[in-house]
């Protein structure tokens, strides 16, 4: 009959019941419904859905150490703000500067004739048009 041996700390062992250790394979996720909406049927496509989103999937030490991580950083924040508050105390507002009108610069007024009348525009469109008339001797400081 054939002798089967295990290697045990760098010793030939026969191989007994006790002895022999057992290779186990891991089932596959059940299927599930994602946050997203997304169903998935297994590890692979799990993997992919969060390729796809730019995620990774994180253990409960990534999540100790990335809310550590966080705590320093607003301990840092907070440590900022208090220095801040030390040498720059804050400047009390009166209730008689709410009451009086805002005074508008040459620039500002030329802007708002220049869209009167037109829809709003996006953010880039009203900045390139505030630079452009900034440039303008006429209206801004250049």
Not at 34 to 46: C, D, F, L, P, V
Not at 96 to 110: T, V
Not at 116 to 123: E, F, V
Request: charged share 35%; proline share 6%; aromatic share 6%.
């Amino acid at each position: 009959m054939r002798q089967r041996y295990v290697q045990i700390d760098g010793q030939l062992v026969p191989a007994d019941e006790q002895t022999a250790r057992l290779h186990y394979v891991i089932d596959d996720i059940p299927a599930f419904k994602a946050n997203t909406g997304a169903h998935i049927e297994g590890k692979r496509q799990w993997r992919e859905h969060l390729k796809e989103r730019n995620c990774e999937e994180l253990g409960h030490s990534d999540v100790k150490a990335r809310g550590e991580a966080w705590q320093k950083r607003k301990a840092a924040a907070e440590a900022k703000k208090a220095a801040i508050a030390k040498y720059a105390p804050p400047v009390e507002v009166t209730e008689a500067q709410f009451e009086q009108p805002m005074q508008r610069s040459r620039l500002h007024a030329e802007v708002m004739n220049r869209l009167d009348g037109k829809p709003a525009p996006d953010r880039k469109t009203l900045l390139k048009l505030t630079l452009d008339l900034a440039r303008n001797p006429r209206y801004g400081s250049r």
